[in-house]
């Protein structure tokens, strides 16, 4: 096993060396560049001030050993792109990947282009940058080779960290040539030539995470490892109920106690997304700050918190499901379903699908570090971010911070899933920073985590069919149920008029209600889709069944014939790819195969984030309503792989996330304050029960590559439940499963 060493950015000292600025003088009256392109004044090829490489662009150095530092500049949060998007650079570069050591780049949009995470956005956005980066730095070293053997650089290509001759098969290493590539003319982006799929020797391989290594020997690398020189540190303390206000604390106490610096009451801006009223305490340790907020006594005005309560929502909700038809709240309309609905020659199904609140439960809670310099106005902060740009923005939103005052380190996250969007927890430590000359670290506990966060929202979807005497689905209707915040709906209360099988049905409807509460809510791991999926593709099931058709059949059927439903876009759905599939997810899971008694076999597809996805879940039920999902089939079409490891363990955390979802899940709200405030409560598939056997299948195509983070989840719920449905004839219609009686 190679294990690959992570390092830090070198510093930039901002100075224009000579050979910088000839480059910058050649390049000056061009139309088009390295540096246009990434948006940099600094991606020319130059020296590195204070290092022992050549920079080739901002994405490339090489060293005079040989060896390849490739920069990666997207926040990671376990998704894998600080391995997947240097491998796309060192597949164009020609690079032997053990040369290669990762490096983090710093945030510098100005300099890297988007630095950000989320919605499985990262490959498709970077997949032909980064090619364009290895193929600029592979193009300029062809030509340092080319000029020194006098050769035309038609004959040269790169290959294990060599450029190599055609003809006579001489080799020059990248070390060789790296001071000529250094002074080589920055290639024209158009002229630019890609690899084709044949020759990959590193895109679609299986490489290990960079980190991991640093992972597993317990080295620095996550927000809450930070460690500095006279470093104090914090917890704050909010409102159980969101939006409670301080009124009185005992905060002379708190001072007297054992390590304590200080404790004060911190006044927000009423923004859940990044503060809100709260006290603070800082101590000269975790330990002793956490054994102070024991015995914090504070008396909260909640005239203006949430009353929230699950059970009132609910019934909200349900009473909304069963009123007429809302036309007022239609977001969709094709054809006439209530000619469908009322004809002699449809049998109609009517069913609502319940699904819960929520949390992200991320394995490394909420934290942050901050150093305030009152002088300057400046902040320097270690915020495990996936979208540092908003954390810079909150800085100034909160406390008038200029962006160019303020250093960000990103550091890596332990399991985001749409949570470490929301930058409460960065504008916390930057106001308790405040008061102090030194890095103060905020740390979250795991209560503060599971009772603060930003809950993919609970709701319900009611649900109207049609089917013919032939077994096709001819009408749908479909409502949503779900709440918004404040007024606002959140992302998990949206419902595309483009959602399937809107256009695959020539009479449907859909309509999204809103209850106003105000539980915060957010992004969750594939937003929207996760609850869409589950109910779009479960009673898709039910119509199949009711038209006693086979659920394979029957889902291809509604595909219809193959055809993007936006031309070309890796944004719209391809029935061609959604069959492609269905068919593999069905073939390898053995569809149709004899089972032993209490087994059934649920398929499920859902499109999300560009993904096209299929799975087919085989469990069991036993006497005891014990539900266990013995193997789990998926079919992914995403395009080409980058990382094959990190694409199959992308497939296998989204199945283990939505078994431990689906199983016992829920997050619930009384008068305002959540009922979950550990795992002993919000009760996650522990080890010994992730015991499914996951077989996963990849159509490598040849569309654009698309993100793997959100895709995989969809239909997994819905699978599960189907095959609940095939084993026992119960058709599961609330999550968690256990509000059905069943155990797993």
């Not at 022992?52 to 997207?74: C, M, R, T, W």
């Not at 206000?245 to 006044?267: Q, T, W």
């Not at 055809?563 to 569809?591: C, H, M, P, Y």
Request: one cysteine or more; a negative charge; aromatic letters at 8%.
């Amino acid at each position: 096993m190679t294990i690959r060493r992570h390092k830090e950015s070198p510093s930039s000292s901002g100075q224009l060396n000579r050979r910088c600025f000839l480059k910058a003088s050649t390049m000056a009256g061009a139309g088009f560049s390295l540096a246009t392109y990434f948006q940099a004044p600094n991606v020319l090829a130059a020296d590195q001030p204070g290092s022992d490489q050549l920079e080739l662009n901002a994405f490339v150095e090489i060293g005079p050993d040989g060896s390849i530092s490739l920069y990666a500049h997207n926040p990671e949060k376990g998704q894998g792109t600080k391995t997947s998007l240097p491998m796309i650079i060192a597949e164009e570069l020609g690079a032997n990947w053990n040369d290669v050591t990762v490096v983090r780049a710093p945030f510098n949009e100005a300099r890297y282009g988007i630095q950000r995470a989320g919605g499985s956005t990262s490959t498709p956005r970077e997949f032909d940058p980064m090619r364009r980066a290895g193929a600029a730095a592979r193009t300029m070293l062809i030509g340092a080779a080319a000029r020194r053997l006098s050769e035309d650089p038609t004959l040269f290509y790169s290959e294990n960290s060599h450029v190599i001759h055609r003809n006579s098969g001489q080799a020059l290493t990248f070390a060789e040539l790296a001071l000529d590539a250094a002074i080589e003319p920055v290639p024209d982006m158009d002229t630019l030539v890609f690899k084709p799929r044949s020759e990959y020797t590193i895109i679609g391989t299986h490489v290990g995470d960079v980190d991991n290594h640093t992972i597993v020997s317990g080295a620095s690398l996550y927000g809450s490892d930070i460690q500095l020189p006279g470093m104090l540190y914090a917890v704050y303390e909010k409102c159980p109920a969101t939006y409670g206000r301080v009124v009185s604390v005992n905060l002379d106490h708190i001072k007297s106690l054992p390590g304590i610096v200080d404790a004060f009451m911190v006044e927000g801006n009423d923004n859940v997304g990044e503060l809100l009223d709260g006290v603070a305490i800082v101590a000269r340790s975790t330990w002793q700050a956490f054994k102070a907020r024991q015995q914090l006594d504070v008396q909260w005005d909640t005239s203006k918190a949430s009353k929230d309560d699950n059970v009132d929502f609910f019934t909200r909700a349900q009473a909304v499901a069963d009123a007429p038809w809302p036309a007022d709240k239609q977001i969709a309309e094709s054809g006439n379903v209530e000619n469908e609905f009322n004809s002699d020659l449809t049998t109609v199904v009517t069913s609502s699908y319940h699904f819960p609140y929520l949390a992200h439960a991320c394995m490394e809670p909420m934290n942050c570090t901050a150093h305030y310099h009152a002088d300057s106005n400046s902040l320097e902060i270690w915020a495990p971010t996936r979208q540092p740009q908003l954390t810079v923005a909150s800085m100034g939103n909160v406390f008038d911070i200029p962006p160019e005052n303020i250093t960000l380190h990103m550091m890596r996250m332990g399991g985001s899933f749409g949570r470490r969007r929301l930058q409460d927890y960065s504008c916390e430590a930057a106001a308790i920073a405040r008061r102090f000359d030194v890095p103060v670290k905020l740390l979250w506990t795991r209560e503060d985590d599971l009772m603060h966060d930003q809950y993919r929202p609970g709701g319900i979807y009611a649900f109207k069919g049609a089917v013919s005497r032939e077994g096709r689905v001819v009408a749908m209707q479909n409502h949503l149920i779900g709440g918004s915040v404040r007024g606002v709906a959140t992302a998990g209360t949206r419902l595309s008029r483009d959602e399937f099988p809107a256009l695959n049905i020539d009479h449907y409807r859909a309509a999204v209600s809103l209850i106003d509460t105000n539980t915060p809510t957010g992004s969750w791991r594939a937003p929207g889709s996760n609850a869409t999926g589950w109910a779009v593709q479960s009673f898709i099931d039910e119509l199949a069944h009711a038209a006693g058709r086979d659920p394979v059949e029957h889902l291809i059927e509604m595909m219809g014939e193959p055809r993007w439903f936006e031309e070309g876009s890796t944004g719209s759905l391809n029935t061609g790819r959604a069959v492609d599939v269905i068919k593999l997810a069905a073939e390898q899971s053995g569809w149709g195969k004899a089972l032993p008694a209490g087994h059934g076999m649920g398929i499920a597809f859902h499109f999300s984030h560009a993904g096209h996805v299929a799975e087919v879940a085989e469990v069991s039920v036993d006497a005891n309503n014990k539900v266990t999902v013995h193997r789990v089939t998926a079919a992914v079409d995403i395009g080409p792989v980058i990382n094959m490891s990190g694409a199959i363990k992308q497939v296998q955390g989204a199945v283990f996330d939505g078994i431990s979802s689906l199983a016992g899940l829920e997050i619930t709200m009384k008068d305002g304050v959540v009922q979950q405030d550990n795992f002993h409560q919000y009760n996650l598939l522990r080890i010994k029960n992730a015991r499914t056997e996951i077989d996963v299948h990849f159509i490598q195509s040849d569309h654009h590559p698309t993100g793997l983070g959100e895709p995989a989840l969809p239909p997994l719920m819905p699978a599960v439940c189907n095959g609940i449905f095939a084993a026992t004839g119960k058709r599961v219609r609330k999550l968690p499963i256990t509000r059905e009686g069943l155990l797993v």
